[in-house]
């Protein structure tokens, strides 16, 4: 059970920045000769921040901090009452008045500082009230909205709150956060087409700083009046000057613009290919099962007589990752050919599996998602006619690696994929061979590796794998092929 103190401490964000790195970071905005006249840190705990910026920006006239916990805010005033510069307000960031605040400051503004790297599903599972109203702020639609895509950082929503105090401003933000909460804000920034002068990240070390295995960054930005700059220059750590240019492209983010441009003419917005995900059920106790001999055992550990009519091969992603694909033990029941099939004629075609679903309904009926409301009982998602083909081309989804597999049937029968996986599926097995050597060609390699964010949880995505132009991309091996001959 968490006990109240680390509940309080994961609730509100509270790890406090380094001394150390609080200083690194002043540096760094020095050397980017930044010269606040008022300075905020709208989360700023012990006022290490406010400490460091103190002693690195002395024309600062005014450096304000606002923080919940009111025994930091003691602490704080104790310690830097003699700095009439330096004042603390008590406040939740979610119930403050920021707009009035800033809107005293027509100068200057800098608001530094490190937002707490906690999701919003993780602040539900410990029973927290320290979230945003909750809105669709992401703008997500259809199951996106409903299933995980929906899930955010509070510091994404945080800093979100903080571009849009400072847009038509001479104004920068410097805020340490998640490196793919750095992305998605210049999504964001992007998407609404707000002011932009210039964006950078500089790598951290959170493991050394937060002990926390993330890609973390200082997240950089400058605003005025007028700019509209949606690129970002990404560095390595704070010390070096050496970095790549991330930025869009057909609005699209493109890890490296240099490295995109050059195998730019494969892009297709329309390319015709439509990658698909493997099936969703989020049942797996139910669905899935071993085959040991002629029984299936279900994640329950019961041995269950069902017929094979509506059982297929089941290939997981780690299986696609580690290129276990020439057989396996592992079954999936797929109850629709379709999306919003009838399952009604389950029980009169495969009676012993009609049971086995009605014994286990209790279990089919509570899952949680939204997208098996109103669908009919037993659905699943990820379903259609590409599931079924003989010969597919899959890829992990959340391993760091561009590696195609080539998959057949397995005992006559079209493999499953779970929905970590992303797949081409055909009818002809030349013309799946023919595309698994384009997908492997130095070309497409070079291409997706242009656009795919290895330090994301899923980094591979159906939006990077679906804009390669493959008829394109034969054409040019066929000339190529033809020019050595």
Wanted: proline residues 3%; hydrophobic residues 40%; contains cysteine.
């Amino acid at each position: 059970m968490i006990s109240n103190a680390h509940k309080a401490k994961v609730e509100y964000g509270d790890f406090q920045t380094p001394p150390e790195l609080a200083e690194m970071v002043c540096r760094k905005l020095i050397e980017l000769e930044v010269n606040p006249k008022f300075i905020i840190e709208p989360t700023c705990g012990v006022g290490n921040f406010i400490e460091a910026a103190a002693n690195s920006f002395p024309s600062a006239s005014q450096i304000i901090g606002v923080e919940i916990n009111q025994s930091y805010l003691t602490e704080f005033r104790a310690k830097y009452q003699q700095d009439e510069r330096c004042e603390v307000k008590h406040g939740d960031f979610f119930d403050f008045d920021w707009t009035s605040l800033i809107n005293q400051f027509n100068q200057r503004v800098l608001v530094l500082g490190n937002f707490p790297w906690v999701t919003n599903s993780q602040q539900g599972t410990i029973g927290s009230e320290n979230l945003p109203k909750k809105t669709n702020f992401q703008k997500h639609a259809g199951l996106d909205a409903l299933t995980g895509k929906s899930n955010f950082d509070i510091s994404e929503w945080m800093l979100i709150k903080a571009i849009h105090w400072l847009q038509n401003r001479d104004a920068t933000l410097a805020m340490l956060c998640k490196t793919s909460v750095a992305r998605k804000l210049l999504n964001y920034i992007h998407s609404n087409k707000l002011n932009l002068a210039s964006c950078a990240t500089y790598k951290i070390d959170a493991k050394k700083y937060f002990d926390a295995n993330v890609d973390a960054c200082l997240l950089f930005c400058q605003f005025d009046s007028s700019s509209q700059n949606y690129f970002c220059d990404v560095f390595s750590s704070l010390e070096t000057s050496e970095c790549h240019r991330i930025g869009y492209q057909n609005n699209l983010l493109i890890k490296d613009i240099d490295s995109f441009n050059k195998l730019s003419n494969l892009y297709a917005v329309k390319s015709g290919t439509k990658w698909r995900s493997g099936v969703k059920h989020d049942c797996s106790n139910v669905m899935e099962f071993r085959k040991i001999d002629n029984l299936f055992v279900n994640g329950f550990g019961e041995a269950v007589e069902l017929e094979e009519t509506y059982l297929f091969p089941l290939f997981k992603g780690s299986d696609v990752a580690q290129n276990r694909i020439n057989a396996t033990n592992r079954y999936i029941l797929v109850t629709q050919r379709f999306i919003g099939e009838s399952t009604e004629s389950i029980r009169h075609i495969a009676p012993k599996t009609g049971r086995y679903l009605e014994d286990n309904a209790q279990y089919l009926d509570n899952r949680k998602s939204k997208i098996y409301q109103q669908n009919p009982r037993f659905s699943v998602f990820g379903v259609g006619d590409y599931s079924f083909k003989p010969w597919k081309i899959a890829i992990c989804g959340l391993y760091k690696k561009l590696e195609f597999r080539f998959i057949g049937e397995i005992a006559s029968k079209p493999v499953i994929f779970d929905d970590t996986v992303y797949f081409l599926s055909f009818e002809n097995e030349g013309v799946a061979r023919k595309t698994f050597e384009l997908l492997n060609s130095p070309a497409a390699i070079s291409f997706y590796s242009s656009m795919v964010f290895w330090d994301e949880k899923r980094p591979i995505k159906s939006s990077i794998l679906n804009c390669l132009n493959l008829a394109l991309l034969a054409d040019l091996e066929y000339l190529t092929a033809d020019a050595r001959r």
